[in-house]
């Protein structure tokens, strides 16, 4: 394992240089944007230097598993002392076939998204072809073991969708912690370490080689990616890294108990399941749909309050090592009433601590509460309906009552659109023309549906409340990034 290790910091320590020229000469340019912290250009794809060497290795695990197969009898005759740890390394060579067939789809789904972008809904459709891909190559849970109740049988059905949702909630998971310097790797890290842990008290040789060589992988992108970064995962690298502790832990769960397996990693990797059961929640309360994005997620919060980057970084990790503890608790406690609570007790402790430290206990009224959604509710109304409008048609005067509307429904005083380094395309024709001294205008960078970078300018009538300025800006991102600038241009103000 050691060895695995070893080569595949070398060869992600290689790789990652040469994928930086590459992201860079394809275009998959990260050029920030409201949701983002780094305001810069940055190179995406770094995922690539992690996943390859993971993916080869399992390719050829696959082809030597099937050729140990092949010549059994002259190994049998000619390495006897060998054989029982050839047949156990050939007895896994489906799973390091699936687990490569899988991870490529995955990556090619990433790739695409970084340099062409793709909507989040298409996204979720190769996810869940890869996700039902996996179960129907037999990896789906039938029963899981609960700590304290026992066995719970799901049936194949049943199984079946909690192996997707498993699959595809955590590609989601490390997609939606991806928002800061060496986040997402970092916890991909301290959970694969686990996984590592786990592997060892239950003697599983295959998660034990997988893990390590996906920890040495980690390890070596996080001296390009911790901050300040030189290149970022991107989808390819963040979809990958669920993608691979997702299956991970499925493989394991043929060969071990199913309550270490599915129990185990639940605990590891319990900073992006947090982030993702917190994100539905959250978007619930305000009223706005739970898939769409935003930059409310707890790094976010953390860097509201002061905290560096690497402070960020090195909190949530610390934080990950203590759920990675137990998890591992939970492998090697005894099943006995006053044992079993003792990692509950660390899993609870720990991420309430996150959650009081990112201020989600804070205290808010019912009514507060019930009048954001109400307004956020009419918000998703506006904003469905100015990008169809918008959409379908760029006429002077209906792109003027537009932005007139969304002026006055959202409390601003003007909005203005423009190509970033470009001419402007739009502005609310009774807005103030000139911007007021005392007020400076907010402004949003976001990519539409087309592909083309946007700058939003905008200013509020009246200083608004650090909620309304989140759900105002929540909106007219909603509205922008989904238009369809293509070739039309509108008349701009000078040329009416």
């Known amino acids: 394992w050691f060895a695995l290790f070893l080569g595949c910091l070398i060869a992600t320590t290689a790789l990652t240089p040469a994928v ?3 992201a860079r000469k394809v275009g998959a340019i990260d050029e920030g944007g409201y949701r983002k912290v780094y305001k810069g250009s940055m190179p995406l794809l770094g995922g690539l230097a992690v996943a390859l060497p993971l993916i080869l290795l399992g390719v050829g695990a696959g082809i030597a598993g099937h050729l140990v197969i092949n010549n059994w009898k002259w190994l049998y005759i000619n390495h006897n002392e060998y054989w029982g740890m050839l047949m156990s390394f050939a007895g896994s060579r489906r799973d390091s076939i699936i687990l490569a067939i899988g991870g490529v789809a995955i ?34 849970l039938t029963s899981v073991a609960l700590p304290l109740t026992g066995s719970v049988y799901l049936g194949a059905t049943f199984g079946g969708i909690v192996t997707v949702l498993w699959i595809v909630g955590l590609i989601n998971a490390f997609n939606l912690i991806d928002g800061v310097d060496g986040l997402a790797s970092g916890i991909a890290l301290t959970g694969a ?9 239950q003697e599983n040789l295959y998660v034990l080689f997988a893990g390590a ?46 309550s270490v397996i599915i129990l185990g990693p639940m605990l590891a990797l319990g900073i992006p399941i947090f982030e993702t059961l917190i994100s ?10 739970v898939f769409a994005g935003d930059n409310h997620h707890t790094h976010h919060r953390l860097l509201l309050k002061g905290y560096s980057q690497p402070r960020i970084v090195l909190t949530l990790c610390g934080t990950g090592v203590l759920l990675a503890a137990a998890a591992v608790m939970s492998a090697m406690l005894p099943d006995e009433p006053h044992f ?20 989600y206990l804070q205290p808010t009224t019912f009514r507060a509460t019930i009048d954001r959604r109400n307004r956020n509710k009419i918000y998703q109304a506006l904003g469905q309906y100015a990008t169809l409008r918008l959409n379908a048609n760029w006429l002077s005067y209906e792109t003027d009552l ?12 003007r909005i203005e659109v423009q190509l970033k380094d470009g001419p402007r395309l ?14 400076v205008p907010e402004q949003l960078l976001v990519k539409s549906s087309d592909g083309q970078d946007l700058l939003v300018y905008y200013e509020f009538s009246h200083t608004p409340d650090k909620h309304k300025r989140q759900d105002v800006s929540l909106c007219l991102a909603g509205i922008f990034d989904q238009l369809k600038v293509g070739t039309k241009c509108p008349p701009t103000e000078e040329s009416r």
């Open 107 to 140: 990556i090619a789904l990433g790739l695409y998204d970084d340099i062409k972008g793709m909507r989040a809904r298409w996204k979720l459709v190769g996810q869940l072809i890869v996700a039902l891909f996996v179960c129907y190559s037999g990896y789906t």
């Open 280 to 289: 539905i929640v959250r978007r619930y309360i305000r009223g706005v749909p």
């Open 402 to 413: 537009l932005l007139e509307l969304c002026r006055h429904e959202l409390g601003l005083s």
């Open 20 to 22: 930086m020229w590459f």
């Open 340 to 359: 079993a609570w003792m990692p509950f007790v660390l899993y609870a402790g720990t991420l309430g601590f996150i959650a009081w430290l990112a201020g």
């Open 426 to 439: 739009m502005a609310s024709p009774n807005g103030t023309s000139q911007r007021e001294p005392t007020r």
């Open 193 to 201: 370490a686990a996984l590592v842990a786990l592997s060892i008290v």
């Open 213 to 258: 060589a996906l920890t040495g992988g980690l390890f070596a992108f996080l001296l390009y990616n911790f901050p300040p970064a030189k290149i970022f995962l991107g989808d390819t690298g963040s979809m990958f890294l669920g993608y691979i502790l997702a299956m991970m832990s499925l493989i394991g769960s043929q060969k071990a108990e199913t």
